[in-house]
């Protein structure tokens, strides 16, 4: 994986997309790692196959389906403990 400081990508973008195309570009800020340049392809990939919430969401086809989260017991307000 490719690191950058951000002045090395603020200086030539270029590189840092040349290097994306080779796998994930690793932007550093005072040392740290701060952001992820990746090709846009991969970053649809990355997550369940490519297919992402949006895609689910807008699928017709997907728009029956059963869905039964479990259920959070709630017995209303709890009193507030002073110390």
Do not use: C, W
């Amino acid at each position: 994986m490719k690191h950058m400081t951000s002045r090395e990508f603020n200086h030539d973008i270029g590189k840092a997309k040349r290097a994306a195309d080779e796998g994930p570009v690793i932007v550093t800020d005072r040392g740290r790692p701060a952001y992820v340049l990746l090709k846009y392809e991969d970053y649809r990939k990355s997550e369940t196959n490519g297919v992402t919430m949006f895609d689910l969401l807008h699928d017709p086809q997907a728009s029956d389906f059963d869905f039964d989260p479990p259920r959070v017991q709630d017995n209303g307000p709890r009193p507030v403990e002073f110390d």
